[in-house]
């Protein structure tokens, strides 16, 4: 037995929910699907997972980290003061939760706390939401993935094609689903087999063989499309390189994080010229390096969900699934 | 209040605490040695020889630097002008507020050094981190063997810490200190030639050695080191990538699967050779 909504019924429960929570859904905003504050205009869409992925939620574009204000010799250093709204995200993919327990270990683990990142996953619920056909570049299967059970959410949300079905995973789903199930049926239900994946990678064995292949000559093949414009880095859930700077009016300042990416060549430069990453090989190598092997070799699990989206949105069409091939088959 | 490693962990630790800077020292034309302490005037953290901490002129930037000595109530970084913050700070004067976080990073194995002999190598302002650890080995000097130090510069101008390499460390039972300059100059009588050439030419037989300075520096001596039979794991030596957070988390530091921020800045040789070759 399942609890149940008939999907065209699904915005009464995220109604519900916006009471109590800052509820962020799957819509299309100006042509680009993201997570969006829930309101009754926005345009949901359910059919297949947005665009930009969930990682702005926990860990925004830019963000301020504390101001200041220099005056002469003074200085004053102030936190700011953190949010308390509670918020929960419905309709988050398996691959995307995936994503969430990578960025957890980089932003939680190994001796420091992030606590911007952590305030945010603190007071963030997570409903997550089955698939039942693989986009195009989908290749989640292939990365330990479920697609129809993510693994980490406080509720599971099945797409049943013409309803929508929960289970409660963790505590606070629990309570989660107690505030909804007022609107909801109860039912017996099949959920439907998923479809077939388009695209498939074969990782086994991978990060082992990267070890042995910082000099191999495939790299300098992989890199030759690539523009070094960073799409990939965007769109891509677990990339989470960041940049600090400030912003300064005066004697008033914010000290702020951004994105970054290793795709650039700044990134890596140093004093009096030298750059350990000079061209785009070095750079090609070392992002695919840190997702294959460096990140697996520190954490114990991958850096890439198989979520698609750098294959979708890169314009030379490099395509992550097509670079674990040839690593595969490479001499 | 001073701070502990632990409660560096507790307290957000991408936002820097205040301090000021109390004593600045020109150490050659384009290095100046900074004191900070908080505004309290405790030191600002405690770090092991070896570990770094970033250094704030909030408006103007941040940047990692060795804390190159510490004192009862207070810290030291040596600070070469190169750019940006570095040359604001070279503007600065005695009272300027600044933020400080840290420590950051692993710090030499004190324990590994204990009873040994060890061999300090320097070039320019890699002196800095190595000298953390000399001061180490000066206040605890029962602990280690006998210190060696074989410092380097272009000029004598450009000598770092000129006041422990004449008075202080001089002074120190069972130490010999072995400065060169790159070329002949007037005034100067000491040795003259390059740091690798030099070190070669005094045919140690310390058991580890420490050394820092410019790439070339190192590339030349680590043949004659390994040449006098020193083991992988007994040439330690720091490293240098761009740093933002200093916490493992930026991403901007790595080599292969470490990061220097963390892992590092101290690695042995031996180490070093599990690592991929240019980042
Ligand atoms: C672990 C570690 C320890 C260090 N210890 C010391 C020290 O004890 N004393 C000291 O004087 N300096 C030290 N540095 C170098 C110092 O961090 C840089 O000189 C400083 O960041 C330059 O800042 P800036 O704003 O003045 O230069 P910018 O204006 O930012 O840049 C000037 C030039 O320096 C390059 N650069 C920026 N950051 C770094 C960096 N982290 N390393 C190398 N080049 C960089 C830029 O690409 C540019 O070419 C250390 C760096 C690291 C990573
Ligand atoms: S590398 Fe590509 S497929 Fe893998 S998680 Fe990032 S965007 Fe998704
Ligand atoms: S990668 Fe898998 S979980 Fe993510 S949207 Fe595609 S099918 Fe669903
Ligand atoms: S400086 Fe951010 S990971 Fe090392």
Redesign the pocket.
């Known amino acids: 037995m399942m609890k149940i909504i008939a999907k065209e019924r699904l915005p009464e429960v995220l109604q519900l929910l916006a009471k109590d929570y800052n509820v962020l859904v799957p819509a299309k905003f100006e042509g680009v699907s993201r997570f969006t504050p829930y309101s009754a205009d926005v345009e949901l869409a359910l059919e297949e997972n947005v665009l930009m992925p969930p990682k702005d939620i926990f860990f925004p574009q830019t963000e301020k980290m504390y101001k200041f204000k220099a005056k002469d010799k003074s200085l004053e250093i102030e936190e700011l003061p953190v949010e308390k709204e509670e918020q929960l995200i419905f309709g988050i993919r398996s691959c995307d939760l995936k994503s969430l327990e990578c960025l957890d270990q980089v932003f939680l683990t190994k001796g420091y706390v992030d606590h911007f990142y952590k305030d945010k996953r603190d007071r963030t619920a997570l409903i997550a939401l089955s698939c039942l056909q693989p986009q195009e570049a989908c290749f989640c299967g292939s990365m330990g993935v479920d697609p129809q059970n993510g693994v980490g959410a406080d509720i599971q949300a099945y797409d049943l094609k013409d309803k929508i079905g929960f289970k409660a995973i963790s505590a606070k789903g629990q309570e989660i689903l107690e505030k909804i199930s007022g609107l909801l049926a109860e039912e017996e239900v099949t959920i439907p087999t998923f479809g077939e994946f388009n695209l498939k990678a074969d990782i086994e064995g991978v990060p082992e063989k990267l070890q042995g292949m910082f000099d191999h000559p495939l790299w300098a093949d992989i890199c030759r499309k690539c523009l070094n414009c960073g799409a990939c880095t965007y769109v891509c859930p677990t990339c989470h390189c960041f940049d600090i700077d400030s912003e300064v009016r005066g004697e008033d300042g914010v000290k702020i994080r951004c994105w970054d990416t290793c795709m650039f060549g ?1 990134y890596t ?7 350990p990453r000079p061209t785009k090989k070095e750079r090609v190598r070392n992002r695919f390096m840190h997702k294959l092997r460096y990140f697996p070799e520190r954490y114990k699990m991958l850096l890439c969900t198989g979520c698609g989206r750098c294959v979708v949105k890169c314009p030379v069409n490099l395509d992550i699934t097509a670079i674990i091939k040839k690593i595969k088959e490479a001499e | 209040m001073a701070v502990t490693v632990e409660q560096v962990k507790e307290i957000n630790p991408l936002v820097p605490i205040k301090a000021k800077v109390i004593k600045i020292v020109q150490e050659t034309p384009d ?1 100046k040695t900074f004191h900070i302490t908080t505004i309290d005037d405790k030191k600002p953290f405690d770090p092991l020889p070896g570990q ?1 901490g970033m250094l704030s002129l909030p408006a ?9 000595n510490k004192g009862e109530n207070h810290i030291e ?13 070279h503007e600065i004067e005695e009272g300027q507020e600044v933020g400080i976080r840290g420590p ?2 692993n710090g030499f194995p004190l324990d590994y050094f204990k009873g040994k002999d060890i061999l300090f190598i320097g070039g320019g ?1 890699g002196l ?2 190595v000298r953390s650890l000399i001061m180490e080995c000066v206040r605890n000097r029962e602990n280690y063997g006998k210190l060696s130090v074989v410092y380097g510069a272009r000029s004598k101008a450009d000598l770092c810490f000129k006041e422990d390499l004449f008075e202080n460390w001089p002074k120190v039972p069972n130490m010999d200190l072995y400065v060169t300059i790159d070329r002949e100059e007037e005034g100067w009588d000491g040795h003259v030639g390059f740091v690798p050439a030099y070190v070669e030419e005094l045919a140690f037989q310390p058991q580890v050695t420490v050394l820092c300075g410019p790439p070339v520096m190192i590339k030349f001596t680590l043949p004659a080191l390994q040449k006098m039979g020193f083991a992988d794991q007994d040439i330690i030596t ?6 933002k957070c200093g916490i493992g988390k930026c991403g901007r ?1 790595n080599i292969g699967s470490c990061y ?2 963390l892992d ?2 101290v690695f042995t040789m031996e180490q070093l050779k599990e690592l991929p070759p240019e980042y």
């Open positions: 700044e430069q140093m004093a009096g010229g030298h750059n | 290095v770094l103007i930037g941040e940047a990692m630097f060795s804390v190159t970084m040596a600070i070469k002008s190169v750019g940006q913050l570095t040359e604001a700070l950051y990073g302002i800095a981190p720091t490293l240098e990538m761009r740093m530091c220097v921020c590092g800045p």
